[in-house]
Every structure is written in C-alpha cells, then in structure tokens.
C-alpha cells in the first residue's frame, strides 16, 4: 500500500508515564518535561516545514495538548480522529506495570512487548493495525499525526509494509517525531 507523506508524533511524558502506569484509553496530564518535549517538536515540525500540510491527533487529552503545543499556531485546524488513540488496555488501564508484570510474570519474561495481545478486555494489535490501516487509507495529502506509543509503532509497521509483530524493533520515546515517506520511516532531530 502507498500512503502520501507523514510526520508522526509521539505525545510528550505524561504524570502516568513517570509513575510507571499503564494509560491505554484513560489519561494523565503532560508533566513540565512533556511540555518541553512538545516544545521540541514545535522546533523540529518548523525547521521541516509542514506548511500547508493537514494536523491530526488523537482525541485523549496527552495527544491533543501536545499537538496544540507542537502546532505553535502553524496548523490552520487540528482533526481528533479515533482511529488514533492509544491502544485499548482493558482490566489493566491505570494500574501500575510492575504490579501487572507481578501478577503475569510470564508475559513479561522477555523485554519484548508481545504481551499487548494478552490484556484482559485489552483491544489486542490486529484491531489496531486495522484502524491504523484505516485511517492512514483515508489521509489525502502530507499530514502531521500526533498520537501514542503503540500505535505510532504499528502505524510505522502499516506505512513500511512490516508485519505488525515488528512493532517490537521499532524505535519510540517520548516527544519523537518519524518522517514517514514511500515506505521509509526517519527520526527528525
């Protein structure tokens, strides 16, 4: 599949982020280092020139403050789309990963991030791969994205042609921004 040309964004930390906790659907508030990390992408975003280019973010209040942030006044209008909140966590949302890897040791025996598929009531990487699908099939023209972890990876995966199980290589951390262009995928700095 061919895509036309994105930017993706990853939100800044949030308050859970730094505690640990898992956020999925729920939220926590950037902190003061997440709203720096937004500032950044703001600079990286100008020095591309995203200029006449259409914004999106997810509707979850980290993403949508970061977005604003980054935007710095250059995005005529921001669209919250669904199709890109954060991956559904069900029973674990808000709880503590160390508490979680406690009580399932053997999802969290490797370093690897597998265990997504695993969660209780969780939303699970084959339907976020197709909303990810989804929406990057509707986008018509170069677009700012402003999104979450996961699903910054697996919408990576999408755009490259990788199966979804590579999400697991793909480099992430907070307030990064990814040019994503025929296929290839870059960090910004």
């Known amino acids: 599949m061919s895509f036309p040309e994105f930017l993706i964004l990853r939100h800044?930390?949030?308050?859970?982020?730094r505690e640990g906790?898992?956020?999925?659907?729920?939220?926590?508030?950037?902190?003061?280092?997440?709203?720096e990390q937004a500032q950044r992408q703001a600079a990286i975003l100008r020095d591309f020139g995203t200029g006449g280019w259409d914004w999106y973010s997810s509707p979850?209040?980290?993403?949508?403050?970061?977005?604003r942030i980054a935007a710095q006044g250059r995005a005529g209008t921001i669209r919250q789309d669904e199709r890109l909140r954060e991956i559904g966590l069900g029973q674990w949302a808000g709880q503590l990963r160390d508490d979680i890897a406690a009580g399932a040791p053997d999802l969290f025996e490797t370093d690897g991030l597998g265990w997504y598929d695993h969660v209780p009531g969780g939303e699970g990487l084959l339907k976020l791969e197709s909303r990810a699908?989804?929406?990057?099939?509707?986008?018509?023209?170069?677009?700012?994205i402003?999104?979450?972890?996961?699903?910054?990876?697996?919408?990576?995966?999408?755009?490259?042609?990788?199966p979804t199980e590579a999400f697991e290589t793909l480099g992430g951390g907070q307030g990064v921004v990814y040019h994503i262009r025929d296929g290839i995928s870059r960090m910004l700095s």
């Not at 800044?12 to 982020?17: R, Y």
């Not at 906790?21 to 709203?35: H, K």
């Not at 979850?60 to 977005?67: P, Y």
């Open 60 to 67: 979850q209040g980290r993403a949508w403050e970061t977005a």
């Open 146 to 162: 402003v999104t979450h972890g996961i699903t910054s990876r697996v919408m990576r995966c999408v755009a490259q042609g990788l």
């Open 12 to 17: 800044g930390e949030t308050q859970w982020n």
């Open 21 to 35: 906790r898992l956020q999925g659907a729920l939220d926590s508030p950037l902190t003061p280092l997440g709203r």
């Open 133 to 144: 699908a989804a929406f990057l099939s509707a986008l018509s023209g170069p677009s700012v």
